[in-house]
């Protein structure tokens, strides 16, 4: 007899994205999307169970499952693919759940890799029953049951197009349907979209979306530290393009102080985003990292990527911007894009930048440009050729739903992958990664002495920083 429950899975991957040791398996990446569909079907009654595949082997998730009867419902399950590099695990999985219990339905959904292309990712993943697009939080208690299939817009097996719109109120997320939750820093997500147009941006044509108020934000936070029955919770505020005004800063502020609250938390954002005014407003009320989309400090670079029609402006607010985060006390790790047409000339640009505010970076995460097939055209691929770049792999856009790129005559694949490691360990300590790293996605209470001892397992070669205090590296095995 099938149970009445609906499982969630937010699938793993293989191996990690970049350089596979086991620090690298020591991540936790909170899939707060689908967390919030599963807590909206769990406010209406249903008895939801989320689990992550993490780097578990998708067989070891599939016999786990199955041991503690979650397999066995009358539900469809809900696969979401939120990466690219997760799709070879999900392939393997929805194969092993087919063998397993072949009558099962699965529901998948990963707006980021599969845009509106059912067809394709049923080519990789024939098992899958329903692909469903965009959002979702209108249309989840309907994708349960299979009749009403036939009604719904914007899935697979619709004739109809249209996208669903954004939900008034951003899902309050329970925790308590997490599997192994205590692991997990929570996330708050304050607003979607983003709209600036850089041209390597998922989100660069969707519109930014209102900002959470700050009375729900705050009861958020409340929220999540009843659920983790704890004060010490460090949340991401998750949004694309953090912009808060002043007096949405000052008001959270205010309110941050009356409940007492004396927790710290992040974000993600934009050199042009925050005046110094605000700034001080949120770090005053626990704001303590900041992932900054900085890209480059090359002119050229810059607009190449359209990240600025004024590089020089932006440049100086961009400088502006970490003096005053050193100011406050906010740490700031600073993302950088290697984009086609990259050359060592402008890398070097970027570099002497970078040297020069060296005192005002807590980190830096560096990469190049990663094509993925669920929005790139045609026309856009002809602009990173018409840069210099050129495509590693004729097929891989296809058959893995990413391509890398050599970016230039001067810095291909390879090179541009030992650049990158090249500059993160010029400007961030073991300790400043561990900071960054441990505030966010290792486990939570993960200490920096068990830190020490992965890093015993690891060729220090291949880390994205410097360790700075020599230890001997145990090898392993070959």
Same mark, same amino acid.
């Given at each position: 007899m099938c149970n009445r429950h609906v499982l969630f899975i937010s699938a793993g991957m293989l191996r990690p994205k970049k350089t596979d040791h086991p620090l690298a398996r020591l991540h936790l990446y909170l899939n707060y999307g689908l967390l919030g569909l599963a807590s909206s079907l769990n406010d209406k009654g249903y008895d939801v169970r989320l689990t992550h595949g993490q780097f578990i082997p998708p067989s070891e998730v599939v016999r786990s499952l199955t041991r503690r009867g979650w397999l066995n419902t009358e539900f469809p399950i809900f696969l979401s693919i939120p990466s690219s590099y997760a799709i070879a695990w999900s392939k393997e999985f929805c194969r092993l759940v087919k063998e397993e219990v072949h009558d099962l339905k699965i529901?998948?959904?990963? !707006? =980021?890799?599969?845009?509106?292309?059912?067809? =394709?990712i049923k080519s990789l993943i024939p098992e899958i029953d329903l692909v469903v697009y965009g959002t979702a939080e209108r249309r989840v208690e309907d994708l349960l049951y299979q009749d009403r299939w036939s009604s719904l817009s914007f899935v697979s097996s619709s004739s109809t197009s249209v996208p669903e719109a954004f939900i008034n109120n951003l899902p309050d997320l329970n925790y308590q349907i997490l599997d192994n939750c205590d692991s997990y820093q929570p996330s708050i997500e304050v607003s979607r979209g983003c709209g600036m147009g850089c041209s390597?941006?998922?989100?660069?044509?969707?519109? *930014? #979306?209102?900002?959470?108020?700050?009375? !729900?934000?705050?009861?958020?936070?409340?929220?999540?530290?009843?659920?983790?029955?704890?004060?010490?919770? &460090?949340?991401?505020?998750?949004?694309?393009?953090? !912009?808060?005004?002043?007096? =949405?800063?000052?008001?959270?502020? #205010?309110l941050y102080r009356r409940h007492d609250l004396d927790i710290k938390w992040r974000c993600e954002s934009r050199v042009d985003a925050l005046s110094p005014g605000t700034l001080e407003a949120l770090a005053g009320a626990g704001l303590k990292i900041i992932d900054l989309g900085l890209e480059s400090a090359s002119s050229r670079q810059l607009r190449a990527m359209n990240k600025t029609t004024s590089p020089g402006t932006y440049l100086k607010r961009a400088s502006t911007f970490l003096n005053e985060c050193r100011k406050v006390g906010v740490w700031v790790k600073v993302n950088i894009l290697m984009y086609p047409g990259e050359g060592l000339d402008s890398l070097g640009e970027t570099r002497e930048w970078l040297s020069t505010h060296a005192e005002c970076i807590k980190g830096l995460s560096v990469g190049p440009l990663v094509i993925y097939r669920f929005d790139?055209? &045609?026309?856009? *691929?002809?602009? *990173?050729t018409a840069l210099g770049a050129a495509l590693v792999g004729g097929d891989s856009l296809d058959k893995e739903g990413f391509a890398n790129l050599h970016l230039s005559r001067a810095i291909d694949h390879e090179t541009a992958e030992h650049l990158s490691t090249e500059i993160c360990q010029d400007f961030m300590t073991d300790e400043d990664y561990f900071d960054l790293k441990g505030f966010s996605y290792l486990p939570r209470g993960y200490s920096f002495k068990q830190f020490q001892e992965v890093l015993s397992l690891v060729n220090h070669s291949t880390l994205p920083f410097k360790i700075s205090l020599p230890f001997t590296t145990v090898l392993p095995k070959q």
């Open positions: 529901v998948v959904g990963g !707006r =980021w890799v599969i845009g509106t292309d059912g067809p =394709w390597f941006c998922a989100e660069k044509d969707v519109a *930014l #979306t209102q900002i959470e108020s700050p009375n !729900r934000i705050i009861s958020k936070i409340i929220k999540c530290q009843e659920q983790y029955n704890s004060v010490d919770i &460090r949340p991401y505020f998750e949004a694309s393009y953090f !912009r808060p005004s002043h007096k =949405w800063a000052t008001e959270f502020a #205010t790139k055209s &045609r026309k856009y *691929l002809d602009s *990173l």
